[in-house]
């Protein structure tokens, strides 16, 4: 048997079902928010939301999602207040991220209404997980 070969196909299949998994999960949250009325998930938006200062009410600080999760969303990230530790958040280098829809609307609400100090729209919240995919 090529070893070589036997070991490339058991990650190259790992791999592509983690692929399959983050798509099925990111793709269950866009049908759920174009339920809630949402349309035309724009990676583009998404980066340009992620990328924009909003001033939080409660603290009168600017956040934006690049305070924590830094610019590069391939390198390890740390939260402006805690100084907690954060995994990369790109699904390309983290194949934990998009995986899991619980944790995913858990931290689009918490991380939302922390930065922008609302809720995220369900098209919001569509076009950040289309930039996020793309990363």
């Known amino acids: 048997m090529n070893y070589p ?3 490339f196909l058991i990650f190259g299949l790992s791999a592509s ?4 998994v983050n798509t ?3 793709d ?3 049908q759920n928010y174009r339920q809630q009325g949402a349309h035309d998930f724009d990676g583009k938006a998404g980066e340009k939301l992620w990328h924009q200062s909003f001033k939080n009410p409660k603290t009168g600080k600017l956040h934006n999602c690049t305070s924590c999760h830094s610019k590069n969303l391939r ?3 740390k939260h402006v207040r805690t100084g907690k530790h954060i995994d990369p958040l790109a699904p390309s280098v983290n194949a934990e991220r998009l995986t899991d829809i619980r944790k995913v609307k858990k931290w ?3 991380n939302c209404k922390w930065t922008l100090g609302r809720k995220c729209t369900a098209q919001e919240k569509g076009n950040i997980l289309r930039y996020l995919q793309s990363q």
């Open 17 to 20: 079902s983690v692929f399959a």
């Open 5 to 7: 070969l036997y070991i």
């Open 28 to 30: 269950r949250l866009l």
């Open 108 to 110: 689009l609400l918490r």
């Open 75 to 77: 390198k390890p990230g």
């Open 24 to 26: 099925s999960t990111v």
